[in-house]
């Protein structure tokens, strides 16, 4: 089904409606977090910035966009019903399938009657004589809610770069996460794309295939591995409709809700023509196994990590034609898997086309300006009928930095977490009662679905024993705070990806102040978070103050 545009409801900026829960976002957080709590009895109001439910699936319609995790891994399981009456097409959903999924469950558990589309939340404070939140419109609508829930995905806050002009170019300009509804037509275009990053690594080929010249800007290039996409058959889908139970335990069996599982070898201790033969086969597997099935040690040891970056290095060379655009786009800051692996579709073999140009801007022609007619460097001015800023996101904490959210004596959530987020689990912030964040910093992540819903399902454990013993106010105990931040942030340590610049630790030069690594997830393994989410929720939830 189309996004249905649904407009917002019309409603006075005078009048005050009171909810018992109020839910910012309408994507896979927010969808399941509003039935949820629909089935506790909760009378919930979700307000989306969209027209339609989707969230990052809703925004981000530029060629290739895809999943890099396995489809059938990625749907929410809380319904058998739905997960029998759902096919995907591929094994890496594309996503307009994605969107018509989400669309889908929208419309099977009737979401949308309790959703105020085209409506961004602009600020939330914490009243505490009332016991509750009351949120902003960027309509100036006001609203109360004794429970406030953040479902703002960690990648929502897109980012453009700061180089002068950048408003000044004539054409149109676009970026990934605001794509238009209606797909761009390349034909016959001179287009330009500043970025290297994931969404560039899957719009590339896409672009490069319609345009009449692609130029890509590259500053840093990122490590990428074969996606290896393909259709699922009927019977196939079938078949994965029957082991379904079989598929979700096993994810939840993994370091990252993933079906993939590190080789418990360790990288050198294996013979070279052996570990050699490995990597061959993983890198002519679909999806991330390159990345996470692979030797144990490769994301922590300095010379396991040099040996697989070297293997992935020498697979770029072989694959691009000409040696010195090969040598570009081979990173030398960073080794392979330690910050977040694109999978790609035919990336590296569209630099052998004749359509398409590699700018390097950090070494041979730094960006100094946009014109009107395009990209001014230090060499030339290079003419485009299209840009493109696929410059990504102010990830994690930036979605909540662009609210002016209030907790207890007024503090600001974004001086509290000035420094570092202070959580505990990534569910509940210190100094903000009641305010229950899905996906919020410090929580283990992985496979995003599944981390959602193991996040979601916990929140509504939580609130049921709530509203089961009388209890309407919950906030974190310092103590549970301090030792929380300390164990992701000793999580975070022993993993190379903690020495590299990059959006998972917080670093995005086109933000203000946002220069310094901070630890944004907990990069720990998944089993032990839900062990230790299960453990609080057996032990009811003693680890939470409540009145
Ligand atoms: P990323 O991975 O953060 O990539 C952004 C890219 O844009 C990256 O190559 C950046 O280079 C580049 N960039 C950003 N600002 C500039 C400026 N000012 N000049 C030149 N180049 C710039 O975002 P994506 O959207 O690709 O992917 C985000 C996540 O979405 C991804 O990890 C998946 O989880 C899904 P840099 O590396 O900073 O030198």
């Given at each position: 089904?189309?996004?249905?545009?649904?407009?917002?409801?019309?409603?006075?900026?005078?009048?005050?409606?009171?909810?018992?829960?109020?839910?910012?976002?309408?994507?896979?957080?927010?969808?399941?977090?509003?039935?949820?709590?629909?089935?506790?009895?909760?009378?919930?109001?979700?307000?989306?910035?969209?027209?339609?439910?989707?969230?990052?699936?809703?925004?981000?319609?530029?060629?290739?966009?895809?999943?890099?995790?396995?489809?059938?891994?990625?749907?929410?399981?809380?319904?058998?019903?739905?997960?029998?009456?759902?096919?995907?097409?591929?094994?890496?959903?594309?996503?307009?399938?994605?969107?018509?999924?989400?669309?889908?469950?929208?419309?099977?558990?009737?979401?949308?009657?309790?959703?105020?589309?085209?409506?961004?939340?602009?600020?939330?404070?914490?009243?505490?004589?009332?016991?509750?939140?009351?949120?902003?419109?960027?309509?100036?609508?006001?609203?109360?809610?004794?429970f406030l829930f953040?479902?703002?995905?960690?990648?929502?806050?897109?980012?453009?770069?700061?180089?002068?002009?950048?408003?000044?170019?004539?054409?149109?300009?676009?970026?990934?996460?605001?794509?238009?509804?209606?797909?761009?037509?390349?034909?016959?275009?001179?287009?330009?794309?500043?970025?290297?990053?994931?969404?560039?690594?899957?719009?590339?080929?896409?672009?490069?295939?319609?345009?009449?010249?692609?130029?890509?800007?590259?500053?840093?290039?990122?490590?990428?591995?074969?996606?290896?996409?393909?259709?699922?058959?009927?019977?196939?889908?079938?078949?994965?409709?029957?082991?379904?139970?079989?598929?979700?335990?096993?994810?939840?069996?993994?370091?990252?809700?993933?079906?993939?599982?590190?080789?418990?070898?360790?990288?050198?201790?294996?013979?070279?023509?052996?570990?050699?033969?490995?990597?061959?086969?993983?890198?002519?597997?679909?999806?991330?196994?390159?990345?996470?099935?692979?030797?144990?040690?490769?994301?922590?040891?300095?010379?396991?990590?040099?040996?697989?970056?070297?293997?992935?290095?020498?697979?770029?060379?072989?694959?691009?034609?000409?040696?010195?655009?090969?040598?570009?786009?081979?990173?030398?800051?960073?080794?392979?898997?330690?910050?977040?692996?694109?999978?790609?579709?035919?990336?590296?073999?569209?630099?052998?086309?004749?359509?398409?140009?590699?700018?390097?801007?950090?070494?041979?022609?730094?960006?100094?300006?946009?014109?009107?007619?395009?990209?001014?460097?230090?060499?030339?001015?290079?003419?485009?009928?299209?840009?493109?800023?696929?410059?990504?996101?102010?990830?994690?904490?930036?979605?909540?930095?662009?609210?002016?959210?209030?907790?207890?004596?007024?503090?600001?959530l974004k001086n509290?977490?000035?420094?570092?987020?202070?959580?505990?689990?990534?569910?509940?912030?210190?100094?903000?009662?009641?305010?229950?964040?899905?996906?919020?910093?410090?929580?283990?992540?992985?496979?995003?679905?599944?981390?959602?819903?193991?996040?979601?399902?916990?929140?509504?454990?939580?609130?049921?024993?709530?509203?089961?013993?009388?209890?309407?106010?919950?906030?974190?105990?310092?103590?549970?705070?301090?030792?929380?931040?300390?164990?992701?942030?000793?999580?975070?340590?022993?993993?190379l990806s903690s020495?590299?610049?990059?959006?998972?630790?917080?670093?995005?030069?086109?933000?203000?102040?946002?220069?310094?690594?901070?630890?944004?997830?907990?990069?720990?393994?998944?089993?032990?978070?839900?062990?230790?989410?299960?453990?609080?929720?057996?032990?009811?939830?003693?680890?939470?103050?409540?009145?």
């Amino acid at each position: 089904m189309p996004d249905t545009g649904v407009l917002p409801e019309r409603v006075n900026a005078g009048d005050v409606e009171t909810y018992d829960a109020i839910v910012i976002g309408a994507g896979i957080s927010g969808m399941y977090m509003l039935y949820r709590l629909r089935e506790l009895g909760m009378k919930t109001k979700v307000f989306e910035a969209g027209t339609g439910v989707g969230g990052t699936w809703y925004w981000n319609r530029y060629p290739g966009a895809r999943f890099d995790s396995e489809s059938w891994t990625y749907g929410y399981s809380f319904s058998k019903d739905l997960m029998q009456e759902w096919d995907w097409k591929e094994h890496f959903s594309p996503q307009p399938d994605t969107l018509e999924y989400l669309n889908l469950v929208a419309d099977k558990f009737d979401l949308r009657q309790d959703i105020q589309f085209q409506t961004t939340i602009s600020a939330a404070h914490w009243d505490q004589a009332a016991n509750q939140w009351t949120v902003t419109t960027d309509k100036g609508q006001k609203a109360k809610s004794r429970f406030l829930f953040t479902a703002i995905g960690i990648l929502s806050a897109y980012t453009l770069p700061k180089i002068p002009g950048r408003d000044s170019f004539k054409g149109p300009a676009y970026h990934p996460a605001r794509w238009p509804h209606t797909p761009v037509d390349f034909t016959g275009k001179r287009v330009g794309i500043i970025g290297t990053g994931a969404t560039a690594i899957q719009a590339i080929p896409e672009i490069a295939k319609q345009a009449k010249q692609l130029t890509v800007f590259q500053r840093r290039p990122n490590w990428a591995a074969p996606l290896h996409n393909a259709k699922i058959s009927k019977q196939e889908m079938e078949d994965i409709k029957s082991r379904y139970e079989e598929i979700y335990a096993h994810c939840a069996t993994t370091p990252g809700w993933f079906i993939h599982q590190a080789d418990q070898r360790k990288t050198l201790e294996v013979p070279p023509a052996e570990r050699e033969a490995f990597w061959e086969k993983l890198y002519g597997e679909p999806g991330f196994g390159i990345w996470m099935g692979n030797f144990r040690d490769i994301l922590t040891s300095e010379e396991a990590n040099a040996a697989i970056t070297a293997y992935i290095a020498k697979k770029i060379r072989q694959r691009v034609n000409d040696p010195k655009v090969a040598d570009k786009l081979i990173p030398k800051d960073h080794g392979f898997g330690t910050r977040r692996v694109p999978l790609e579709s035919g990336y590296f073999e569209t630099y052998n086309r004749d359509n398409v140009t590699l700018v390097d801007t950090l070494v041979d022609e730094p960006i100094e300006c946009i014109t009107p007619n395009g990209i001014k460097t230090a060499k030339q001015e290079h003419e485009f009928d299209i840009l493109i800023y696929a410059t990504g996101f102010d990830g994690v904490t930036g979605a909540f930095d662009r609210m002016d959210i209030r907790g207890k004596d007024g503090l600001e959530l974004k001086n509290a977490w000035a420094e570092t987020p202070r959580t505990y689990l990534g569910m509940l912030a210190e100094g903000f009662p009641n305010m229950l964040m899905v996906l919020g910093p410090h929580t283990a992540r992985g496979n995003i679905p599944q981390a959602i819903s193991h996040s979601v399902e916990f929140q509504a454990g939580m609130l049921k024993h709530m509203l089961d013993n009388n209890l309407t106010h919950v906030e974190t105990r310092p103590e549970q705070v301090d030792e929380w931040t300390a164990t992701v942030i000793k999580a975070g340590e022993a993993l190379l990806s903690s020495k590299v610049d990059s959006w998972q630790n917080g670093v995005n030069r086109n933000v203000e102040g946002r220069t310094v690594r901070r630890v944004l997830g907990y990069n720990g393994n998944a089993g032990h978070f839900r062990r230790v989410t299960d453990e609080v929720a057996k032990g009811g939830y003693k680890e939470f103050s409540f009145q």
